[in-house]
């Protein structure tokens, strides 16, 4: 018998097929005083549990109060998305006979390519005032974002600010009073633990399943695919979960959040036995930066770390199997000033015990640049412990504001400094690489997301800050955009400021 072979694949956010989407979603920074969502959560928990002890198991069959609970607080998501740009269209050859058939008309292949698209998912409600938790891809380059309330109200969404590196985004409502989901604590579920998934799966809204759950940091590299920095250390489920219950809800038997649905395990692209969620305590972390700072402070130790198995420690000469092991410490890095050596094995984070690279990254992706942690490791068989304070990827302690100016507005784009990698791929010194597109004059010529900016006016850039400094330099003339895409393709892009 063949056996096919399992496939991770993010959920798909419709059921409709998957969005083309040029246009970006303008990003909104909420400018009012900062207040955490927790905070928010703080008001007269009528209908909640306040205790934070695990499920009584007594009660863990009966999953009517969690779903009372939970279901007004879930929400559908419906995005759209303009019609997509014929270029790069690749022609068949049927298009011609197929233009023929239907006269002048553009052949339904190419007309699919131009076709407005529509996309759904969830979402949970994090306040009363309307904050919103799903997951990035549901949004991505969405043009508009509709949220349907579970008693049919429908309000046009903010995008706040999105985090790719964990699948996150956070949307604003104008509302008062909504039922929300309260946090729980995704560190103290336990394997086998009673869990609910909360969607609209197959535009089915407001479906509850049941399941238990299945492990825990289960890292399945389907974030990493993207981004070197991506966080996986999935609570994974055996709950029904499948398109479009991605950004929904995972809660406990009390009806407390304790993950975000983001993806399934599946040879089909339906459910096939196992789904996985993010954790509520990175869920926390990263709504509550989006929510003050506009952007995820993302906070690094700075070390290579594997996971210990057998033939690494046959290699390495290691008895114990608990642990991560360091397999190098960057120059410059938190660790490195800390003095953690390669060779070490790293078994705590601030006293908490980790036994895989996963919960070891989604421990330190808790903290922001500056926070200080407590390092536990093992060298040559004695345990030490030392104190780290973490950095961010320039290699500093600085937290970042996003900021909103002219040009970046004007541009309709948001820019970061292309990493060591990206630079070295491409065999290029310096560049600056667009990682989201709006509406805007970049757009209008014919940019595409992640394009590395290399000059401006025959001028190198090597951060955002030097295109504005060009740009302003240049006010009333025309602009020459010089750069290269991943694929190593250049592209020359021109248009007046």
Known sequence: MNSKKLVLIVLLASVMGAAIALAGFKFFFNTEKYESIEKKQQVSFTNYATDTSTADPSQCFDFVHAAEIVRPAVVHIKTYYAAASNE????????????????????????????????????????????????????????????????????????????????????????????????????????????????????????????????????????????????ESFIQTDAVVNPGNSGGALVDTKGRLIGINTSIATPTG??????????????????????????????????????????????????????????????????????????DIITKINGIVVNSSAELQEIIARNRPGDKVKVDYIRKGKE??????????????????????????????????????ELKKLNLENGVKVTKLN????????????????????????????IESILNRNKDTGILVEGIYPNGQKAYYAFGW
């Open 384 to 421: 030490h412990n030392v104190a780290a304070v973490l950095k961010n990827k320039e290699g500093d302690t600085k937290l970042v504001k996003r900021e909103e100016n002219e040009t970046g507005t004007l541009l309709g784009a948001q820019f970061e400094a292309a990493t060591t990698e």
């Open 439 to 466: 509406s805007g004059k970049l757009k209008e010529a014919g940019v595409k997301e992640g394009f590395i900016i290399t000059s401006v006016d025959k001028n190198p850039v090597t951060k955002p800050s030097d």
């Open 270 to 343: 339906s459910y096939a036995g196992y789904a996985f969620a993010v954790p509520v305590t990175l869920v926390k972390k990263v709504m509550d930066d989006i929510l003050k700072y506009g952007q995820t402070q993302r906070a690094l130790l700075g070390v290579t770390i594997l996971d210990i198995n057998a033939p690494l420690a046959k290699e390495k000469g290691i008895t114990e199997y608990s642990g991560v092991y360091v397999a190098g410490v960057n120059p410059g890095s938190a660790a490195e000033a800390a003095g953690l050596k390669e060779g």
């Open 88 to 231: 790069g269209y690749q022609r068949t050859p049927f298009d011609d006979m197929l233009r023929e058939y239907f006269g002048d008309k553009m052949s339904p292949n190419e007309y699919h390519q131009q076709a407005p698209q529509e996309a759904s998912g969830s979402g949970v409600i994090l306040s009363p005032d309307g904050y919103i938790a799903t997951n990035n891809h549901v949004v991505e380059n969405a043009d508009r974002v509709e949220v349907v309330l579970n008693d049919k109200r429908s309000y046009i969404a903010k995008l706040i600010g999105t985090d790719p590196t964990t699948d996150l985004a956070l949307l604003k409502i104008e509302e008062k009073e909504l039922p929300f989901v309260p946090y729980g604590d995704s560190d103290k579920m336990k394997v086998g633990e009673w869990v609910l998934a909360v969607g609209n799966p197959f535009n089915l809204t407001s479906t509850v399943t049941a399941g238990i759950v299945s492990a825990k940091a289960r890292n399945i590299n389907i974030l990493r695919e993207k981004d070197n920095f991506a966080i």
